[in-house]
T-cell receptor
Framework: GNSVTQMEGPVTLSEEAFLTINCTYTATGYPSLFWYVQYPGEGLQLLLKATKADDKGSNKGFEATYRKETTSFHLEKGSVQVSDSAVYFC???????????FGQGTRLTINP | DTGVSQNPRHKITKRGQNVTFRCDPISEHNRLYWYRQTLGQGPEFLTY????????KSRLLSDRFSAERPKGSFSTLEIQRTEQGDSAMYLC???????????????????FGPGTRLTVL
């Protein structure tokens, strides 16, 4: 079946550090890929998405590239801020389907 | 756009009681989803409506769970004879149909509500 595997957390970084959160997936066909973020006390928010191979999603300084050959969608940011502290979820929706399949989430803490 | 709202935000109940949650989607969205999230895990899909039709149900949705969307607007999720294992955050999301590209349906962007946290004692 379809699945998403995320880098285990928690991840703790200092402000202005480079961030990578790894995400790999298993799915047939061409799924759409998403990163959602959950800030403390808030609901899930879409951070970025990509719908076909080699697409790059970007938002708020975060980027992720849909890599079909490695079945990956790693999240990156060049310089993190304290306000980026949150839980990040990688997710997919299979081709032709609407439901989202989520990874287990990665808790990120940025220290000043 | 007031976003997806869910009520109540918190519910504490005793084992064996019935509970009902409500979700109000973004007004122009015709698709509505329910997910369940347990501590330290990602959300898991429960069920999905397009307008008032329930198009997909997960095997996670036992016969104690029922969801409705009677007029294609708000939705309710009822859990009968609650068990301690039902304790979780119940999330609702809504989306508008994204259309197609090259004949293939595009994935919707789902907008999530704040969730209802259920605790079964």
């Amino acid at each position: 079946g379809n699945s998403v595997t995320q880098m285990e957390g928690p991840v703790t970084l200092s402000e202005e550090a480079f961030l990578t959160i790894n995400c790999t997936y298993t799915a047939t066909g061409y799924p759409s890929l998403f990163w959602y973020v959950q800030y403390p006390g808030e609901g899930l928010q879409l951070l970025l998405k990509a719908t076909k191979a080699d697409d790059k999603g970007s938002n708020k300084g975060f980027e992720a590239t849909y890599r079909k050959e490695t079945t990956s969608f790693h999240l990156e940011k060049g310089s993190v801020q304290v306000s980026d502290s949150a839980v990040y979820f990688c997710a997919l929706s299979a081709q032709g389907a609407q439901k989202l399949v989520f990874g287990q989430g990665t808790r990120l803490t940025i220290n000043p | 756009d007031t976003g997806v709202s869910q009520n109540p935000r918190h519910k504490i109940t005793k084992r064996g009681q019935n509970v009902t949650f409500r979700c109000d989607p973004i007004s122009e969205h015709n698709r509505l989803y329910w997910y369940r999230q347990t501590l330290g895990q990602g959300p898991e899909f429960l069920t999905y409506f397009q307008n008032e039709a329930q198009l997909e149900k997960s095997r996670l949705l036992s016969d104690r769970f029922s969801a409705e969307r009677p007029k294609g607007s708000f939705s309710t999720l009822e859990i009968q004879r609650t068990e301690q294992g039902d304790s979780a955050m119940y999330l609702c999301a809504s989306s508008a149909r994204a259309g197609t590209s090259g004949g293939a349906p595009l994935a919707d962007t789902q907008y999530f509500g704040p969730g209802t946290r259920l605790t079964v004692l």
